[in-house]
């Protein structure tokens, strides 16, 4: 089943030389970090054009200024087991069930930071090689980006390494 997995330019030739999408925490808890299972974060649609919140890194310097980083730059396109991707929301009542109030209540923190429904958001409990890649590409929105909550920037304002679009081709991968 096809399924998006994003990454920020900083990120996406790590990704390519070491042949693997590596896991990462998965947020199980809003104080203890890696309390649950590390995941890969995927969307089971493709983000189009606007970005949302969960996908904008902010950095903040003294002299006040800010710089908004893309965390959707590239898109990678993977080929994955139905049986072992789940739906976020699940994922998380799954490791909640002695207080499920408590998953509710972080899933609803997580989508108002984040911008988008958890029912959107899936993950997967293990790396994925590449030879579950089907496409990478750089998303074709550099020139002007309107974020989720309509504001629209200039490359001056995203930490970009490369205005124009491009591929990447993965090593050998599974087609169909």
Request: negative net charge.
């Amino acid at each position: 089943m096809i399924f998006y997995h994003y990454t920020p330019s900083n990120h996406i030739h790590e990704i390519r030389d070491a042949g693997v999408i590596n896991t990462t925490e998965s947020n199980l808890h809003h104080e203890i970090v890696h309390y649950g299972p590390d995941v890969v974060w995927l969307f089971k649609e493709p983000l189009g054009d606007k970005i949302p919140k969960m996908m904008k890194a902010t950095r903040r310097f003294k002299d006040g200024s800010v710089i908004v980083v893309d965390k959707s730059q590239w898109e990678i396109t993977v080929d994955l087991p139905p049986e072992e991707v789940i739906r976020a929301d699940k994922f998380f009542k799954r490791f909640h069930t002695d207080d499920p109030s408590y998953a509710d209540l972080l899933l609803n923190a997580l989508e108002l930071a984040g911008g988008s429904k958890a029912k959107t958001w899936y993950v997967i409990q293990r790396s994925i090689p590449s030879e579950e890649w089907v496409f990478t590409r750089e998303r074709p929105h550099q020139n002007r980006i309107t974020m989720n909550d309509g504001v629209t920037v200039s490359p001056r304002e995203i930490i970009v390494e490369q205005t124009t679009p491009r591929t990447i081709n993965p090593p050998p991968c599974k087609l169909g």
